[in-house]
């Protein structure tokens, strides 16, 4: 994944150097690479060192004013053998072969013939063993080679901290052996192999599993096996015959330790696999902080043997994702209700949903901000698309944001999606079920009348940092991630939902804010279904920020399905941070990405 966005950014990045600057290669590396290009059968009299670079899969970069090669890739076809003097380019940093020949020698003097090179591979390059020797490698790939019986940890170079290995029909006695005595860091390992290895003395961030056939079921070792430091396991099996592992018990309690990431500190990891049947002893309890927080199964099972949802209690799961499994037939709504995000598109799940929730403080599924970024949720709360759910479509489900499309579902679609069909992305939601007042043939003459859209109560509120404000706005059918626009004199804000359908939320600025004093009513619109409501407030009254309408969501509920939940007020729960928040932190998280987008082009070229 990363590979691709930095290998995209790359190309993006050389089109643009070459669409605009004549780039002439400094004569030393253009007569080395034609040497080099004569042996492996690239022609390239068409080309002189004034156009050469971005082609043939080479990338200059200039340094003191000359352009020099800093990167190769190259696929051959097996027969050429690489010498040392092919590729003396004093300023390669990253050397990608496939289908090539390494002399045993070759690794071993990098050092000296590249010595900046920080990332190489041999894809395919039919090696049994890694290559030794000492280098600056920290990327080191060396996939679909033929690896085979024992491989040690101690054979990958000290330098690396990006290890990759892994062959889709590996030999069946692969395993790969943890005999370090002093721990070592990777960022990544990802590995063929019959058994899990053991990284318990060793700080791997990421691990990913390719699994032999003859993988160990039981994953016994697995209590040693995960390092603490790990934030994500990854394991796939084969297309063409799934693993059945035993679901490690041990994997529910496995604890990480905080480490900074992009997101700052984070304690816990996320599970991943394709082509796995997991077998679930008893119903799993995910209760431990510092733990097991996303899971995402897919081609593959997850359920009790006797084919039961299997867990029990969840209430520190963020993802949960079982798809395109032919064994899961049934879900638990009261374990979902506290997960964030459950997708279960493309299953076999035939059942009705429960007609009636009464939300609770830590419901996740109805909390429109993700508390643990503070941003609007963007994965669905529910993804239940392409099931057989059947029964009519409940109320509750208006206060989540969801996509029920390609099941059964029948009976009268409730007003919180009627009242917004003309939007193509509601209609995306529900379409593939045959509701009595909407048909996917339908044409918009044919919906039914929007007669519901209300406002209750529109207010400002304090934000929680001291010159933010919000303007609040509380009402009936307001729509699941619709957008509402409130019209203050000539300015526009827009809505971001709180509460799906009933409660939606506009930063407004110094500016917006004084005219609203000004005045005691303000127009709100609805582009779908082209609604505009005036509506009075008392705009001179500041609500502070600590009341409790500002921490906690259901707890105050005033209309809808809402029940008086009886747990402590959100300032104790894991959703305690306001959603007042949001907006602040929205635009950190963008100057954030901003800047981790120029540090990792920057990290690219430099
Ligand atoms: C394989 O590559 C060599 C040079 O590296 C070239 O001479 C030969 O023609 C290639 N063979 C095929 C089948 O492409
Ligand atoms: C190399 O390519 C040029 C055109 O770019 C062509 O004229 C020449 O015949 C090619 N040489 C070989 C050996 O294929
Ligand atoms: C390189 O080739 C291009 C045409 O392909 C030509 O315009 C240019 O003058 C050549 N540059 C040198 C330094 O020979
Ligand atoms: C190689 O890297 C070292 C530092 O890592 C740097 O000082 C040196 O200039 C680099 N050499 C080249 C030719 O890029
Ligand atoms: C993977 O390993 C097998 C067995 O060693 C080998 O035949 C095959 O070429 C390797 N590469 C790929 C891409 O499967
Ligand atoms: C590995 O992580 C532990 C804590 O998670 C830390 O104390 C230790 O210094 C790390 N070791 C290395 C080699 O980074
Ligand atoms: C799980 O942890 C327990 C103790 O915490 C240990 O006895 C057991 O061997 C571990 N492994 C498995 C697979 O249960
Ligand atoms: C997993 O179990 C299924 C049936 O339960 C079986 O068909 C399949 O071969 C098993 N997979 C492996 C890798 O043993
Ligand atoms: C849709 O439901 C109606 C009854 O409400 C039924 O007559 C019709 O056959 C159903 N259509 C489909 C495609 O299932
Ligand atoms: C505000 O929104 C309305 C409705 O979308 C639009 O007609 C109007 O031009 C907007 N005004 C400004 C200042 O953007
Ligand atoms: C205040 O907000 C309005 C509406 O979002 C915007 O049009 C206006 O430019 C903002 N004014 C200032 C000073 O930022
Ligand atoms: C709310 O804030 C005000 C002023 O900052 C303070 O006097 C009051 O005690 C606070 N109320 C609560 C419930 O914290």
């Not at 002399?103 to 591979?121: C, H, M, R, S, Y």
């Not at 394991?235 to 035993?246: C, R």
């Not at 500016?511 to 582009?527: A, D, E, H, M, N």
Request: hydrophobic share 35%.
């Amino acid at each position: 994944m990363k590979n691709y966005i930095k290998f995209g950014l790359l190309l993006f990045f050389c089109f643009q150097l070459h669409q605009f600057y004549a780039v002439e290669l400094v004569q030393q590396d253009f007569n080395t690479f034609s040497n080099f290009a004569n042996k492996l059968g690239i022609n390239i009299t068409k080309y002189n060192s004034s156009n050469i670079c971005y082609t043939n899969g080479l990338f200059c970069f200039p340094f003191s004013s000359q352009y020099w090669i800093i990167n190769f890739d190259w696929t051959g076809n097996n027969t050429y053998s690489i010498q040392h003097e092919d590729i003396q380019f004093p300023y390669m940093q990253r050397l990608r072969f496939e289908k090539m020949v390494l002399q045993d020698t070759f690794f071993g003097q990098l050092i000296t013939k590249l010595p900046n090179v920080t990332e190489f591979a041999c894809n395919s390059c039919n090696l049994i063993s890694i290559p030794t020797g000492t280098s600056k490698v920290i990327t080191l790939s060396l996939n679909s080679n033929d690896f085979n019986g024992i491989q040690k940890f101690s054979s990958i170079p000290q330098t690396v901290r990006y290890f990759s290995s892994y062959n889709s029909s590996a030999h069946e006695s692969l395993v790969w052996v943890n005999d370090l005595k002093v721990a070592k860091v990777f960022e990544s390992l990802s590995l063929s192999t019959n058994a899990f290895p053991d990284c318990s003395n060793l700080n791997v961030t990421e691990l990913k599993l390719y699994l032999t056939n003859n993988f160990e079921t039981s994953l016994a070792n697995t209590k040693n096996g995960l390092s603490k430091t790990t934030k994500y396991v990854y394991l796939e099996g084969k297309y063409n015959q799934v693993q059945n592992l035993t679901f490690p018990n041990n994997f529910t309690t496995s604890q990480t330790f905080s480490k900074g990431d992009t997101y700052g500190l984070t304690t816990y990891w996320s599970l991943e696999s394709v082509y796995v049947n997991w077998k679930v002893a008893t119903p799993l309890v995910f209760n431990t902080p510092n733990s097991l927080r996303n899971i995402k199964i897919r081609f593959g099972s997850f359920s009790t043997n006797d084919g039961k949802f299997p867990i029990q209690s969840s209430s520190l799961l963020d993802t949960l994702e079982v798809s395109y499994s032919n064994n899961l037939v049934e879900l638990d709504f009261n374990v979902l209700r506290k997960i964030r995000s459950n997708l279960f598109g493309s299953n076999k799940i035939s059942m009705e949903l429960p007609a009636e929730i009464k939300w609770e403080n830590d419901d996740q599924i109805a909390w429109s901000i993700n508390p643990n970024t503070n941003s609007i949720r963007s994965n669905y709360a529910l993804d239940l698309r392409t099931n057989s759910f059947y029964g009519t479509l409940p109320k509750w489900t208006c206060n989540t944001y969801s996509i029920f499309s390609s099941n059964k579902f029948t009976g009268e679609l409730p007003s919180c999606y009627t009242c917004f069909l003309k939007d193509s992305f509601t209609r995306s939601k529900i379409s593939g079920n045959n509701f009595t007042n909407y048909q996917d043939s339908w044409t918009a003459d044919k919906y039914p009348p929007c007669t519901t859209i209300q406002i209750n109560q529109v207010y400002i509120q304090q934000g929680a940092y001291q010159s933010s404000r919000y303007l609040q706005l509380i009402g009936k059918d307001l729509g699941v991630h619709s957008t509402i626009v409130g019209m203050i004199s000539n300015f526009n804000v827009s809505f971001t939902p709180l509460i799906e359908n009933e409660w939606y939320q506009a930063l407004v600025n110094e500016t917006v804010y004084s005219l609203l004093t000004r005045s005691s009513t303000i127009q709100v619109y609805f582009p779908i279904p082209d609604k505009l409501i005036t509506t009075r407030g008392n705009f001179k009254e500041l609500v502070s920020y600590n009341t409790t309408i500002s921490q906690t969501t259901f707890n105050v509920k005033s209309n809808g399905g809402g029940s008086t939940s009886t747990s402590t007020s959100g300032t104790s729960s894991s959703g305690s941070v306001s959603p007042t928040d949001e907006p602040n932190s929205c635009s950190s998280l963008f100057i954030s990405q901003t800047l981790l987008l120029i540090s990792l082009v920057l990290s690219l070229l430099i």
